[in-house]
């Protein structure tokens, strides 16, 4: 059967595909957030790093996941929309070339108006993006590395707003950072969990391939509710927070006693999960808002 033709317009649309759409916000978010926060104003910087953080970003993320999880994907159901694209084999270098140079322009805007430190947030974010699935480190096939690595390629805009901002850095700040790591550790390790035959199918290594389905549930119950707990040390309103954890938890614990060869029902849970993230995003908004009408 002959492929159908690659026209500009299939290659747009596998493009969009791959950067799922639905997960734009999550790493654009917290550097408008972080960066807005730190500046109190609306400039230029905001509006290229937010859009830099909203499509190109995760275009290099997850197209070059998709071009090296190609084997993997096929045996996957759930893969060819929200979850990621399964690319045409022909589309494997034009995605490489699309995550490079649409990131290119505002990478060097952005080393432009930094400063060193900010230059070495961002390489080191850029850095877990691409090795996260590349080889020769393709961190997604260590166990618990794989976790830590998703995690950063959320919390790391958040880092790079406020380096970018000169902000302040306090002990309570921090406790926002490692309560989001926390998040971030937790939600890859529980959406881990329903790739468990897929993965094992095509011999990748993972966090739930190699611990197993029932303990990585439990792992990311502990995870969500450890960022819950470090919350409490943040600066008022931010231990409110706390409680966007509280969905999370309502989310996976049905999950708790899943074995591995039922971890694909794990699914209904990470299709939820996607639900629930819009909800945390919007209540995170409000105790943000709160915190910046506080007097300073």
């Known amino acids: 059967m002959t492929s159908p033709a690659l026209t500009p317009a299939r290659v747009v649309r596998e493009l969009f595909v791959s950067s799922r759409p639905v997960s734009w916000i999550n790493t654009a978010y917290p550097f408008a957030a972080a960066y807005l926060l730190a500046v109190r104003e609306i400039d230029l910087t905001l509006a290229i790093g937010t859009l830099f953080f909203l499509v190109p970003y995760n275009l290099a993320m997850y197209g070059v996941n998709d071009v090296f999880d190609y084997e993997s994907d096929l045996r996957n159901p759930r893969k060819g929309g929200a979850h990621g694209a399964v690319l045409d084999r022909r589309m494997h270098r034009i995605t490489l070339w699309a995550a490079a140079l649409s990131c290119l322009p505002f990478v060097v805007y952005l080393v432009a108006v930094g400063s060193p430190l900010s230059w070495l947030v961002l390489a080191a974010s850029l850095f877990f993006v691409v090795f996260y699935s590349a080889p020769p480190l393709r961190l997604k096939e260590r166990p618990f590395a794989d976790s830590v690595t ?33 998040w971030g550790i937790a939600s890859h390790a529980f959406g881990a969990v329903q790739d468990v035959v897929a993965d094992r199918a095509a011999d990748i290594s993972s966090i739930a391939t190699s611990r197993g389905a029932r303990w990585t549930v ?18 008022w309103p931010g231990p409110l927070a706390a409680l966007l954890v509280v969905p999370y938890l309502v989310v996976v614990w049905p999950f708790r006693s899943v074995t591995d060869d039922t971890a694909e029902t794990a699914t209904r849970g990470w299709r ?25």
Do not use: E
């Open 150 to 182: 998703s995690s950063i390629h959320f919390f790391s805009p958040a880092v790079y707003g406020l380096v970018l901002a000169g902000a302040t850095w306090t002990w309570q700040l921090a406790a926002i950072i490692v309560a989001f790591a926390l």
């Open 272 to 296: 939820r999960f996607l639900w629930v993230n819009q909800l945390a995003g919007f209540g995170a908004t409000l105790l943000l808002i709160w915190w910046a009408l506080l007097p300073a």
């Open 218 to 235: 439990r792992f990311a119950i502990g995870c969500y509710a450890a960022s819950g707990v470090v919350m409490l040390a943040s600066a």
